[in-house]
Nanobody
Framework: QVQLVESGGALVQAGGSLRLSCAAS???????MGWFRQAPGKEREFVAA????????NYADSVKGRFTISRDDTKNTVYLQMNSLKPEDTAVYHC?????????????WGQGTQVTVSS
């Protein structure tokens, strides 16, 4: 398993942008990578994922067209570019690594980074 550390969370106004980064302790090239988020009082929800060979990406309907997941396996880093942010995007964002893009197949999780969107 890999160790994952997220960064880039911040307080931003609605309509703004942020880019989250997730640095892995080991090689990411053989893993599917994903982003999930958890808002206070709510269950964790899927945000976006990219498969191991960077060919296929999946997005939650709520972020489709606004968020973009990407990976740079030369840096063992995954990114989440978030544009047109809304207050409902406020949550702790977690990076994850797994054997596929199915939520149940993610086995390594980071501690998370806080994103707060003010109205």
């Amino acid at each position: 398993q890999v160790q994952l550390v997220e960064s880039g969370g911040a307080l931003v106004q609605a309509g703004g942008s942020l880019r989250l980064s997730c640095a892995a302790s080991g090689r990411t090239s053989s893993y599917a990578m994903g982003w999930f988020r958890q808002a206070p009082g709510k269950e964790r929800e899927f945000v976006a994922a990219v498969n191991w060979n960077n060919i296929r990406t999946n997005y939650a309907d709520s972020v489709k067209g606004r968020f973009t997941i990407s990976r740079d396996d030369t840096k063992n880093t995954v990114y989440l570019q978030m544009n047109s942010l809304k207050p409902e995007d406020t949550a702790v964002y977690h990076c994850a690594a797994g054997i596929s893009t199915r939520e149940a197949d993610f086995h390594s999780w980071g501690q998370g980074t806080q994103v707060t969107v003010s109205s």
